[in-house]
């Protein structure tokens, strides 16, 4: 059996190497935990402590998993696009396929095989991802562009008069769950269980439950779709002419919820963060200088990245990563987080450059980064147009991250603001027909629905604006 590529020692948050000293001295390398609370409350020096081992350094993801971290933008790119020699197949995972991963393991059920475009290379990729895209692709921006602020106008509706809220637990955790909800035709009770399994699976809590009640929810959705078909990207999954089984159909669902759901959530909710927190970025919201889409361009790139370490690869071969000697099988896991502040990149303004490897790169990129930006961008600038004296409840360094190697995650986000009075509240979203209407399921002779949602909702409150919406709308460049 092959050496691993590094004879790496499990390292608890006292054992690792002094930032002088980034390797002992008999020549082995200890692994670096990407987990627990020290982790996540302060990832930075543990990305400065890993650049120390070169643009490759040898991690642990949790008790017993260990993978090679690229910390390098560069060398993180060579990975990416080069699908020949780092494959996303996790079949080639020599470790698990040797019995070496703890059954219990909570990283192993979101880094196992599954038969998604995540997980395969080459054609099948191709097969397996043309299914979302040309499915997310017939949805109408400007259709979901309303959708999300309806969606984002009745959540606020059920705090906005108690002058404090969770940020998290209550606007950017539930609107990405009510937009996925919507856009796949999927019942309230159906979308709580498939948000709650993919939150167990970034959290490591009982990774192995979170992962059968996530497939059982995928499951029951197909079978409604199949039984009852509509026009949304659920059924035109089912439609599509690559003819994919219940089962694969059920994959790529999940998949898109894992995109859609968490971070999309940490997108918003990190964003909101900068926002409240960052002078140049309105502070107290009552005069920005950068718009909201130059907050999110911010939050892209730097740690607070809503994936903060993900992309698992795993080299075809034995193979050398700019000076790290890499086995065949053995995970290469790239760092979002360290790669895009890599201190060899050209410093300057991040506003409006999209270079970050936020989204991925290479033939694995994200396939809905427009929709992704917009919901995030619309749920931003619809708070600040309700609540514009919104105020961290908290000093910014007692928030409190959660704790995983993959995400960038805030356990809660608490503010504060003067109360407003809601006259007419938004009937619950959740409730309404499908946004595209009942149109029977697409086949390849079926021309796309048009996704109009009507006029807006009635929502209204009764303090005046002060005068925000000029602002905001400043704010926005417009």
């Not at 302060?42 to 650049?51: G, I, Q």
Request: net charge negative.
């Amino acid at each position: 059996m092959t050496a691993p590529a590094h004879r790496a020692e499990s390292a608890e948050s006292g054992s690792t190497p002094p930032l002088g000293c980034p390797a002992p001295a008999d020549g082995t390398n200890i692994a670096v935990p990407l987990y627990g609370p020290a982790f996540a409350a302060d990832p930075e020096s543990t990305y400065a402590l890993l650049r120390r081992y070169g643009p490759a350094a040898p991690v642990e993801l949790a008790p017993g998993v260990r993978a090679t971290l690229v910390t390098s933008y560069n060398t993180a790119l060579k990975v990416l696009r080069t699908p020949q020699i780092f494959s996303k197949d996790s079949r080639r995972w020599r470790a698990k396929a040797n019995g070496e991963i703890p059954p219990d393991s909570p990283v192993a059920p979101l880094m196992s095989f599954r038969p998604n475009a995540r997980h395969v290379d080459g054609r099948e990729h191709s097969r397996l991802r043309s299914v979302i895209t040309d499915s997310m692709d017939r949805l109408d921006p400007h259709a979901l562009r309303h959708y999300v602020e309806r969606s984002a106008d009745s959540l606020i509706d059920e705090f906005a008069e108690n002058g404090e809220a969770d940020l998290m637990g209550q606007y950017a955790k539930v609107l990405p769950l009510l937009v996925f909800e919507k856009l796949f035709g999927c019942p309230a009770d159906i979308g709580d269980r498939l948000v709650r399994g993919m939150t167990g699976l970034f959290d490591g809590v009982d990774a192995a439950a979170a992962n059968k009640l996530l497939r059982q929810a995928a499951m029951d959705l197909i079978t409604l779709k199949r039984e009852h078909p509509g026009a949304d990207v659920a059924s035109w999954m089912l439609a599509h002419p690559a003819q994919l089984t219940d089962e694969e159909v059920a994959h790529q669902l999940a998949l898109a919820l894992g995109a859609g759901t968490e971070p999309e959530q940490n997108l918003i909710a990190n964003a909101l963060r900068l926002l409240l927190s960052d002078d140049r970025f309105a502070g107290d919201l009552a005069g920005g200088s950068l718009p909201v889409e130059d907050a999110l361009d911010e939050v892209l790139w730097t740690t607070y990245t809503p994936l903060a370490n993900f992309s698992v690869h795993f080299p075809v071969r034995d193979t050398v990563l700019d000076g790290a000697q890499l086995h065949e099988g053995d995970p290469v896991v790239i760092s979002y987080a360290a790669a895009n502040t890599d201190p060899a990149l050209p410093t300057g303004v991040r506003a409006g450059n999209r270079a970050h490897l936020s989204w991925s790169a290479g033939p694995h990129t994200c396939p809905a980064k427009g929709p992704a930006r917009l919901i995030a961008t619309v749920a931003i600038e619809k708070l600040l147009d309700r609540l514009p004296d919104l105020e961290l409840a908290v000093p910014v360094e007692e928030l409190v991250w959660r704790p995983g190697p993959f995400h960038r995650a805030l356990a809660a986000l608490p503010v504060r603001f003067p109360p407003t009075t809601v006259t007419i509240r938004n009937a619950d979203t959740r409730g309404e027909q499908s946004w595209t209407g009942n149109a029977p399921a697409p086949s390849e002779s079926t021309p796309q629905e048009a996704t109009s949602t009507g006029n807006r909702s009635s929502s209204a409150v009764s303090v005046p604006r002060r005068g925000w919406s000029f602002r905001t709308a400043w704010r926005r460049g417009r």
